[in-house]
Nanobody, 124 residues
Framework: QVRMVETGGGLVQPGGSLRLSCAASGNILDINAMSWYRQAPGKQRELVAIIISGGMTNYADSVKGRFTISGDGAKNTIYLQMNSLKAEDTAVYYC??????????????????WGQGTQVTVSS
């Protein structure tokens, strides 16, 4: 079983910054990609940023130039540096990991695990 733990949410004023962290732990063979999603009240969950094994990154248009995703492969941890925050960034932020774990029968099995979510509120 893969466990995901997120930290770093909170209340910040417009224009401020926050840094989120997400660590994956468990009997993990490898991780192919880790990402941040967010879900605002009454809206669907949306992809914010993704980092793929090897370091390639991609962002939602709404956060390009303001958010930066980075990772520490040795620790199975990713970060989301959020700058110039806006009220519309208010949401619960979730991290996700895609990878492989040892299979119970035969070879490795793929997994997709989610964190519990961390609240980010941007308000004056």
């Amino acid at each position: 079983q893969v466990r995901m733990v997120e930290t770093g949410g909170g209340l910040v004023q417009p224009g401020g910054s926050l840094r989120l962290s997400c660590a994956a732990s468990g009997n993990i063979l490898d991780i192919n990609a880790m990402s941040w999603y967010r879900q605002a009240p009454g809206k669907q969950r949306e992809l914010v940023a993704i980092i793929i094994s090897g370091g390639m990154t991609n962002y939602a248009d709404s956060v390009k130039g303001r958010f930066t995703i980075s990772g520490d492969g040795a620790k199975n941890t990713i970060y989301l540096q959020m700058n110039s925050l806006k009220a519309e960034d208010t949401a619960v932020y979730y991290c996700n990991a895609l990878g492989r774990v040892p299979g119970t029968i035969g070879g490795p099995e793929r997994f997709s695990s989610w964190g519990q979510g961390t609240q980010v509120t941007v308000s004056s």
